[in-house]
């Protein structure tokens, strides 16, 4: 029941007869359009309209205020009894320094740099994603062909070895073992069933519906150059996000650096007084008075120092990750174009060579079944190996171009 209802679930997740074939490029095409790459856009958008308003004057102060009420007396809170009393109106305004104004630009500017980054590590993050699931659907689906065809074959043994029972020419064993290898590979073939029902729901969430499309027969190939990619490493999208994060660091130091200098601010008013009285004008300014550099200023402008050394090491550390994790899938790269050969040159040939001798020798008489499903297993695994290599060889290829290399398949 559990292989039936994985079978009607591919069937229904199947689109119909006329929808177009989905290949590789056009899977990693759609994946520019993923949530994750739709909110690290509008994050962009977000940080560079900040810009603007970033090195903008503070909004003015409207002041409205009593001076000179009495507080005591006969003229106790009378607004018209003293000649000191009066209504002013004034506003205010607080001008910080040139130096803080280009801090905070620099610091806008920066955050700008950094949503950008954060745009092309979304990009690679989900073609990445969408890669990986594209081809693991491309190889369940293959394992699921290989795996049915195989059961086929293996019921059509398992009937031949009770009609030869029947006829008594076979035991009861080898009607058993057979039965057992059919029984085996049905159930082989539900976990290939439920592996590809796991990927397409892996591709639909970096690609939406367009996962439900059939995929492209054609298999992208990739040209690994290793040279090529140790040139282009410097590029990858982790290591400039390190960038963006060393001009964000730059940017907190010249705010810090920018405290040294006295912010001020000045202030017009008017006072209404008595009609009986001249009215009152007056100005104001305010000047900040850094005094306390050393122990104020002075560590935040260490603090921010140590935040740009910070950052340089960390890209360091990223640097040297990024080229062990080169150098790695360089040389598994290599080891699996070996295996993939020799598995599909020699093993898979020489294995389907048996099986079929096997087959032949079972129809003569001159072998039992258990016979004939060792040698039909030898040639199963061999199949479905080759498989596997293939799948981590492309998943290995991928991973290095997207990663790596300059331009897409």
């Not at 699921?144 to 006829?167: M, Q």
């Amino acid at each position: 029941m559990l292989r039936a209802w994985l079978l009607l679930t591919v069937v229904g997740f199947a689109p119909a007869a006329f929808a177009q074939s989905l290949t590789f490029s056009e899977a990693l095409t759609r994946s520019e359009e993923s949530p994750v790459v739709a909110a690290r856009v509008d994050a962009l958008a977000a940080a560079q309209r900040s810009i603007g308003p970033a090195s903008a004057l503070p909004d003015p102060e409207l002041i409205l205020g009593l001076e000179n009420v009495p507080s005591t007396g006969p003229d106790q809170f009378q607004l018209d009894r003293d000649e000191m009393t009066m209504q002013r109106v004034g506003i205010m305004q607080e001008m910080p320094s040139f130096a803080e104004l280009a801090a905070r630009r620099a610091m806008a500017r920066a955050e700008a740099e950094r949503a950008g980054a954060g745009v092309e590590l979304g990009r690679l993050e989900a073609r990445l994603g969408a890669a990986q699931a594209w081809i693991g659907l491309y190889y369940a689906e293959r394992r699921v062909t290989v795996l049915t065809s195989l059961e086929r074959e293996a019921r059509s043994l398992a009937e031949a070895a009770r009609g030869r029972l029947a006829a008594g020419a076979s035991g009861v064993d080898d009607v058993i073992s057979a039965e057992v290898e059919a029984a085996r590979l049905e159930d082989q073939s539900a976990e290939a069933v439920a592996s590809v029902v796991a990927m397409r729901a892996e591709l639909r969430r970096w690609i939406g519906d367009a996962a439900d499309e059939p995929l492209s027969d054609d298999m992208p190939s990739f040209a690994v150059n290793p040279d090529m990619l140790r040139d282009h490493l410097r590029r990858h999208p982790a290591l400039a996000a390190y960038d963006a994060e060393a001009s964000a660091a730059q940017a907190g130091l010249r705010m810090a650096q920018a405290q040294r200098w006295p912010d001020w601010s000045w202030e017009l008013s008017y006072g209404r007084r008595d009609p009986a009285l001249e009215d009152m004008a007056s100005i104001e300014v305010r000047v900040g008075l850094p005094l306390f550099q050393p122990w104020r200023q002075g560590p935040l402008i260490a603090a921010r120092r140590a935040d740009v050394d910070r950052v340089g090491a960390e890209r360091e550390a990223t640097l040297r990750e990024h080229t062990a994790i080169l150098e790695t899938l360089l040389a598994r790269h290599q080891a699996l174009v070996a295996s993939v050969a020799r598995t599909r040159d020699v093993r898979l040939p020489l294995a389907r060579r048996r099986a079929e001798a096997a087959i032949g020798a079972f129809e003569a008489g001159s072998i039992s079944s258990s016979a004939v499903i060792a040698a039909r297993r030898d040639a199963l695994e061999a199949e479905l190996d080759l498989i596997d290599l293939e799948e981590r060889l492309t998943l290995v290829s991928a991973g290095l171009t997207l990663q790596y290399a300059e331009m897409m398949p």
